[in-house]
């Protein structure tokens, strides 16, 4: 297995240049005994009967508020529109490292799993069409994005120390949703605060100009107070 990290704190701008130099995390190879993981300490949202609201730029929202977030291309051309809410966020501990070979390249840094939920309103549900959102810490810099399952670095439940809900036909919610887990880290001594979305893409090169992403200098941020960590 392996985790890809996002190097530096700088404002989203060059996105592919740093992703590609992240750095991979490889899992311990050992055998290790099986040991019983947790529900998800978060209830996943019931999405509204009608279309959430549209989200504007520089709007912040509560934990478990839904908005929908029209996504667009860089040229500004409509992309999937898909209602988000960030549901919860649990703090680890810098411990969690120690189960991966190379986690000394992230003694520094405190783990941070986010469970995020989707609707698509338009488009296919798919873990690669996920909107990004990068982590705000409390000094105003920016965390590190870890593992995302649109980089198709881990599943979700196999990096996060709790199960995750899936949806799927079988559920009384449908096959349009999806919930997920974030892994950001955040310098030790430091938090993770909100999450933004710039209306960008993890391909991203260039800065678009504000008339055709106006999120991208003024995003749409959730505001978040993560759980301590769970006791062993």
């Not at 130099?21 to 529900?39: F, K, N, R, Y």
């Not at 189960?99 to 873990?127: H, K, L, M």
């Not at 996920?130 to 599943?155: C, F, M, N, W, Y």
């Amino acid at each position: 297995m392996r985790i890809r990290k996002r190097n530096g704190r700088q404002p989203p701008l060059l996105l592919i240049g740093a992703l590609a130099s992240g750095l991979l995390l490889t899992a311990c190879t050992a055998d290790e005994p099986e040991v019983e993981i947790p529900a998800m300490p978060f209830d996943a949202v019931a999405m509204p009967v009608d279309s959430a609201p549209a989200v504007s730029p520089g709007q912040h929202l509560a934990a478990g508020e839904i908005a929908l977030l029209p996504q667009t291309d860089h040229n500004g051309a409509p992309l999937d529109s898909i209602e988000t809410t960030v549901i919860g966020v649990i703090e680890g501990d810098p411990s969690f490292w120690e189960t991966f070979d190379n986690g000394s390249e992230f003694a520094n840094d405190t783990p941070f799993f986010t469970v995020i939920q989707y609707r698509w309103v338009t488009g296919t549900v798919s873990d690669r069409a996920t909107p990004l959102l990068r982590p705000i810490l409390d000094d105003g810099s920016e965390g590190g994005i870890v593992q995302l399952e649109s980089l198709g670095a881990l599943t979700a439940d196999s990096v996060c120390p709790f199960e995750i809900e899936r949806f799927d036909e079988d559920t009384t919610r449908g096959p349009n949703e999806f919930i997920t887990c974030v892994l950001y880290t955040a310098p030790i001594g430091s938090t993770l605060v909100g999450l933004a979305w710039h209306n960008t893409q993890p391909s991203l090169v260039f800065a678009p100009e504000d008339d055709v992403n106006p999120f991208y200098s003024t995003p749409a941020v959730w505001d978040v107070a993560p759980l301590p960590p769970t006791a062993d």
